[in-house]
């Protein structure tokens, strides 16, 4: 038993039969492995998830009231593979990756809306928060625990940045109370169309669903937007679908967002940019181009023209 | 003390003697009993003393406009009279560094 791989014993786990059965590996990260099987897909979840956690925000996907915005589970219970904790879906199409111009950018507005509207009375609880912070948190510990290769300048406008957050912003403090619920790490691999092949779209990955600020779901559009790797009018559709679908996290329609934006868009800039410099050091080569401009986004952050200086001591 | 909007800590800056506390986090300004008075009446002495204050820098276009409002730390094709920059979709800018873009796009 135990000589068997992880995604094996995953396929396993997946398949109707409950035997060895030919999978195909999705992801392999250690924060994930994701395995498919026929119509089946078997998650094994980081081996430090709060598992407590993940038992009720597998029930929340399961909830009736969100079951055209999540991907719902094939079991509402967190099994086990290996010690570690699992979830079992039903495969979903994503969307491709080679054509992130065909991304789905108003359904994924319209899903995050109907999410943050979902009343928490009407899910299983206790709702944990989300996790997003947690996420800056442990993005900037990865760019501190990388290697030096060079990148110096980088890393210290990174963190330059992280400072102008607040702790809780960081995951160094409890967030303020309130918020709705939110996904907690939204990009285009957070999709697919279920059934496939043209199925309507849902969310999925629940690991960092939880109570917070709205605007976090936003955010990383919002960042990719304000770095110069999309286009105004790609971020206006995302926008205009979500307010007018009526999600709370970006002001009303017409208004200037960014007040309700800037600081998880801030965020997810220091997240992104640190993952990147981490990510480059360990495989040893230079930032690509759109990293860069994550990197120079946490530069203009940590150079922001003063908003008041401190005077002199009086 | 703390930010009653964002909860983060406020720190207490001076302007000209009249104590001013901003959040660290939205940098939103908490202003004392008077404080607001004690300001306008230091920019009247200004004006008094030095004539007209300029204008401040035009607005950026109003939403919906030409271009999307972006935060002070935008990439430089947000600022103002470079609404050019926009509206080219991802090949225009990107699309020669597609690969990166889309796993950029794709990845927590």
């Known amino acids: 038993m135990t000589q068997q791989t992880l995604p094996a014993a995953l396929a396993a786990y997946a398949a109707p039969s409950g035997r060895p059965a030919p999978y195909e590996l999705l992801a392999d990260r250690d924060d994930g492995t994701v395995v498919r099987c026929g119509g089946s ?20 996907a399961s909830a009736r009231a969100l079951s055209q915005v999540l991907l719902q589970p094939l079991r509402a ?37 109907a999410l943050h509207q979902v009343p928490l009375r009407r899910l299983p609880g206790p709702v944990p928060p989300m996790r997003g912070p947690a996420k800056v948190a442990r993005a900037l510990r990865r760019l501190a625990a990388a290697p030096d290769t060079g990148t110096r300048a980088e890393a210290g ?41 043209e199925g309507s779209w849902r969310l999925i990955d629940v690991d960092d669903l939880g109570v917070g600020a709205p605007a976090w779901d936003l955010a990383r559009p919002a960042a990719w937007y304000a770095a110069g790797l999309v286009d105004a009018r790609t971020w206006l559709r995302f926008l205009d679908a979500y307010r007018d679908a009526g999600g709370p996290g970006a002001g009303p329609p017409g208004c200037d967002p960014w007040p309700e934006l800037d600081l998880a868009a801030r965020a997810l800039t220091v997240q992104t940019a640190a993952l990147a410099l981490a990510k480059a050091a360990r495989e040893e080569r230079r930032l690509e181009d759109v990293e860069r401009l994550m990197v120079d986004a946490c530069v203009r952050i940590a150079t922001l023209p ?8 009086s | 003390m703390q930010c009653p909007k964002c909860h983060a800590m406020m720190h207490t800056y001076n302007r ?3 104590q001013i506390e901003q959040c660290s986090g939205c940098r939103g300004i908490f202003l004392d009993y008077g404080e607001l008075e004690a300001l306008t009446r230091l920019e ?38 470079h609404g050019h ?24």
């Open chain 1, 157 to 197: 406008a990174v963190r330059a940045a992280a400072r102008t957050l607040p702790a809780w912003a960081r995951g160094e403090a409890p967030a303020p109370a309130g918020g709705v619920l939110c996904h907690g790490d939204l990009h285009l691999g957070q999709l697919v169309r279920f059934p496939v092949p």
């Open chain 1, 77 to 113: 219970e967190v099994g086990h593979v290996q010690g570690r904790p699992v979830s079992l879906w039903p495969y979903g199409a994503p969307v491709d990756p080679h054509r992130p111009e065909d991304a789905p950018w108003e359904p994924t507005a319209r899903l995050l809306a």
């Open chain 1, 306 to 313: 003063p908003h008041l200086e401190p005077a002199s001591a």
């Open chain 1, 41 to 60: 897909v078997a998650k094994a979840h980081a081996e430090d998830t709060d598992r407590d956690g993940l038992a009720v925000r597998m029930r929340i």
């Open chain 2, 85 to 108: 920059g926009h509206g080219h979709g991802h090949h225009g800018h990107h699309g020669h560094h597609k690969g990166g873009f889309g796993r950029m796009l794709f990845s927590s």
């Open chain 2, 44 to 81: 009247s002495q200004y004006t008094a003393q030095y004539g007209q204050v300029p204008p401040p820098a035009a607005p950026p276009a109003p939403y919906p406009g030409q271009h999307a409002p972006a935060p002070a730390w935008g990439a430089p094709q947000h600022g103002h009279g």
């Open chain 2, 16 to 18: 000209n003697g009249v």
